[in-house]
Each structure stands twice: as structure tokens, then as C-alpha cells.
């Protein structure tokens, strides 16, 4: 990845930096633990983006009005993320250090836990399986649509056993 800017001089590096945080904290191997065991995953990924959000901001010597303002929170909730009181900013704000550590390099590196390869085996295995239950389901269709047509030449013997009786009997 492309060297980015810790202190933002405009929009662009502001957007830069903002997606270096988010990336850069999401490919944690521990925040992808938190994200998959947390109850509320959509609110916890927006505090995540928020506090990203907030910091790029800060670092570009935005007031937090003004944080507040383009981000869609609360001067409060801006605050709250700025002063690390968040679990999501305190996650944004240790990937800041290594960017500032790195001197702004980021590299993103996937866990191994959904490498491509494990992925893919991952998804063999499911087809597999899908595969196995839509044979499974195809051949009790098939049980099921005989039993049907049973059914169904019995229930027309009935009728022309029930059509002879009325016309005997009238």
C-alpha cells in the first residue's frame, strides 16, 4: 500500500488516512475475533468507522463542530471517540501508533484463518454437501410424486366405483 498521510492536508488525505484506520484495525486478527463474536455487528463496525472517521479528521486539526458535523454524530460521541473512551477507538488509535511507527506504511495482510485456500475448501465442502441434500431431496420428490399418483388412481377407481353405485341406485 501507498505511504499515507498521518497528517492530512485536505479531503483526499483525510480519505486516505480514514481507510487506512478502517483497514488497517478491521484485518486484526483480534478485531476480526471481536467483530465475529460481537452481538451487534453492524454497530460496533459504525463505532469502528466513526472513530476511524473522527481521528482522520482530528489529524487534518478539524474542531470536533466540525467532526461532528461531516460525520453525522454527536460533538459528545465525537469526544467520546477522540478521548479513546470507545472500544473502537481505542483499536483505531493503536492502529494510528503502528501507522506513525511505520512512518505511514500499512500492509494488509489477511489472517490465515480466511486465506483464499481455506476459503475455497471451506466452499468445496459446503457444495458438497449442497449437492448431497439436493440428491437426498430429488429422490424424496420422486418417493413423494409416486405415492401422488398412487393416490390419485385410486381416488379415480373411487369415483367410478361411486358413478356405478349412483346409477344403480337411481
Known amino acids: 500500500m ?21 483497514f488497517g484495525t478491521l484485518f486484526r486478527s483480534d478485531v476480526i475475533e471481536r467483530i465475529r463474536n460481537a452481538e451487534d455487528r453492524l ?6 468507522v466513526v ?15 466540525r467532526i461532528a458535523e461531516e460525520v453525522g454524530r454527536s460533538e459528545a460521541t465525537i469526544r467520546n471517540h ?35 485456500k ?3 475448501s471451506e466452499l468445496e465442502s459446503k457444495v458438497k454437501y449442497l449437492e448431497q441434500e439436493n440428491e437426498r431431496l430429488r429422490i424424496r420428490i420422486d418417493e413423494l410424486n409416486n405415492k401422488l399418483e398412487a393416490t390419485r388412481a385410486k ?8 358413478k356405478e353405485a349412483i346409477s344403480i341406485l337411481e
Open 2 to 22: 501507498a505511504e499515507v498521510p498521518l497528517k492530512p492536508m485536505g479531503k483526499e488525505d483525510i480519505r486516505k488516512l480514514e481507510l487506512a484506520l478502517i
Open 43 to 48: 454497530t460496533w463496525l459504525d463505532s469502528l
Open 51 to 65: 472513530a476511524a472517521a473522527a481521528l482522520a479528521r482530528e489529524r487534518a486539526g478539524y474542531p470536533v463542530s
Open 82 to 116: 477522540l478521548q479513546g473512551k470507545t472500544e473502537a477507538s481505542k483499536l483505531v488509535k493503536d492502529t494510528y501508533n503502528l501507522l506513525v511507527k511505520q512512518r505511514g506504511v500499512l500492509e494488509l495482510k489477511l489472517p490465515e484463518e480466511i486465506s483464499g
Open 118 to 120: 481455506e476459503i475455497s
Open 155 to 162: 381416488i379415480e377407481k373411487i369415483k367410478e366405483i361411486l
